[in-house]
DNA sequence: TTGAAAGCGCTAACAG
DNA sequence: CTGTTAGCGCTTTCAA
């Protein structure tokens, strides 16, 4: 049984005062070196450690970073944020904080959530994902001055007070895919992406659009916008394979779209295309482990500096230094589909 | 601004003493109801909350639960802790708790993060994942008489003081897998797993061979044991398949070794067997997003309710109520691969 | 540079 | 059934 040792116990074997342990601890300067050299013989001796609920009492923090985590989902895009969590709580340990968990169906719930625990946990910041368009989550927490960071840009037009935030460019990520299609010979080339409106998609579509203007080429027509499932990336890479027969490649703005692809570009259907068979490359989004195991060419998310970069963010913001910002290059990860 | 309400000003404004607004919350059977009643009333209106860390310097109860989060590895298995944290989360919240996530590299630096997590933030209880023969976490929290549960049985074959565990019947997987694959025609069934030692894939093993001795066929021959990459499963398939012409199918250890089963069952190559094309059904394990994304027929686990069940036997345990012992069936998901 | 005193918000123990 | 007292372990005054 640890035996509670506090820091009286400390004071009383190093002969000095509470006080000054706690001081030797927290403000190393202001200790006498020697004074201090051998409080913290009898600490490491005693495995004196602080205990957080009283020191949280007095300083109000608590080492706690809350993060929200979100139900599984179709799974296949729901490993980024896992990776992205793993990261994050090892950044985090590395700076003296723990990651708290909590769930929320919503804006709103989770707005909710915050109050919950601002009231009973109290963590020191909070880490947001999934950032969108006029985001309450963000507003609310500026308004109470809370140190937070998000992993993903404010998709906001409006300016906007700024806050620190991390993301990862995923234009330049489908442009790389583009123009390595195009470095392959492709000079057809459509994409597979999701409704606008969304800034995460509008971001990945416009780098397609980018590479193909680079090369001279017309994006007309050639792409298509569709929920996220594998079914439906199905359905609209058979439209734009059996509606254009000069594309011989696709970009997908996820893995779940490029699967949906890759049924049709590996397995030709004599009944929905008649010319001889084609081979159809196909980049998806994440590399994802579906990515990894099918050999799927995917864009890559450096989700473990990603976490790091946040942490850092978030250090300096609860130093309450102006917010800083950081914007991530993927990479592309080439397999046998392109 | 959330205006610090404390206990005090609820008192006050309620016109009773601290101590029986901390009586109408925690030990409501003790005060009259309509003295609860207005104390209530009141802990609406101001929208009090206890603030834990005072609790926890009282109690010593911090309220958190402390889960091990790991690196992502090849991703594909790693979605099946994904699902049940997720779980979990929820199922501590309706219970009160939150997550405390930490990382851990071994098992004896996941004690060294216990002993730390125990000075600093002091959690309720552990929730251990992944236990294997003579597992040294659970004597260590055993001996300190600490409340933990585990996600996994305790593998060791020698008598051991009891703790709770919430498991899934991996052998009842395999055997409904083997017996699906009876049903459906098939009578030359291999099992690919995992070399013999670790608990879960003996026992996901012991599965395959009992439905088999059930329908009263000779495994002999038809078990190949490989590590757990996508590789290796395609290797030993082609092994198992080419040396056997008889097999028509195979029921795997893990949705891993399903997917390089699959390669071989899904591409037969001439090269390596003559013979005119033969349908291979593959089985794996887990339930994976990835095998949803290709039609794997897989053992699914109740995850969802494995981490609520962890929760009860929690709830059990810091009452110091004797451990509790939960094993779940999973279930058969078929699809086109089997 | 070190020490003494006070108090963060809460609840266990006891007195009324 | 309700109120008073004390103190959990720590750090922030302030005084020595």
Redesign the interface.
């Known amino acids: 049984?640890?035996d509670k040792v506090t820091i009286a116990d400390v004071a009383r074997i190093a002969g000095v005062s509470r006080q000054t342990v706690s001081n030797a601890l927290n403000s190393p300067e202001v200790v006498r070196p020697e004074t201090r050299q051998r409080v913290l013989e009898v600490v490491e001796e005693l495995?004196y450690?602080?205990?957080?609920?009283?020191r949280?009492?007095r300083t109000g923090r608590?080492?706690?970073i809350a993060i929200r985590?979100?139900?599984?989902g179709?799974?296949?895009n729901?490993?980024v944020f896992?990776?992205f969590?793993?990261g994050l709580?090892?950044s985090a340990?590395e700076a003296g904080y723990?990651?708290?968990?909590?769930?929320a169906g919503d804006d709103d719930k989770e707005i909710a959530a915050f109050?919950?625990?601002?009231?009973?946990?109290?963590p020191d910041a909070f880490v947001l994902t999934s950032t969108h368009h006029k985001d309450p989550r963000t507003s609310w927490l500026l308004d109470?001055?809370l140190p937070f960071v998000t992993f993903g840009r404010p998709w906001s037009e409006l300016p906007e007070v700024p806050h620190p935030w991390v993301d990862v460019d995923g234009s330049a990520g489908t442009e790389a895919a583009t123009e390595h299609l195009l470095a392959t010979g492709h000079r057809r080339i459509a994409f597979l992406g999701w409704p606008s409106g969304s800034g995460v998609g509008d971001d990945r579509r416009e780098g397609w659009r980018r590479a193909l203007a680079g090369a001279g080429l017309d994006p007309t027509g050639l792409s298509r916008a569709t929920s996220d499932a594998?079914a439906d990336g199905e359905a609209a890479a058979r439209d734009l394979i059996s509606g254009d027969p000069d594309i011989t490649a696709l970009v997908c703005a996820s893995d779940?779209l490029a699967?949906g692809a890759l049924q049709v570009a590996r397995s030709p259907n004599p009944a929905w295309h008649a010319e001889a068979y084609r081979r159809i490359a196909v980049v998806g989004f994440d590399d994802?482990?579906?990515a990894?195991?099918?050999g799927l060419t995917s864009v890559h998310q450096p989700l473990t500096e990603a976490a790091a970069r946040c942490m850092q963010l978030l250090s300096r913001a609860l130093e309450r230094t102006p917010p800083g910002t950081i914007l991530l290059p993927p990479s592309l990860v080439v397999r046998q589909s392109a």
Chains 1, 2 share one sequence.
Request: no cysteine; charged share 25%.
């Open positions: 049984m640890a495995g450690r602080v205990n957080l609920a009283a949280q009492m608590s080492g706690l985590i979100d139900p599984a179709d799974g296949i729901g490993s896992d990776r969590l793993h709580t090892e340990a723990r990651l708290l968990l909590y769930t109050e919950d625990l601002l009231g009973a946990h109290e109470r001055k594998i779940s699967l994802t482990p579906v990894k195991a099918i």
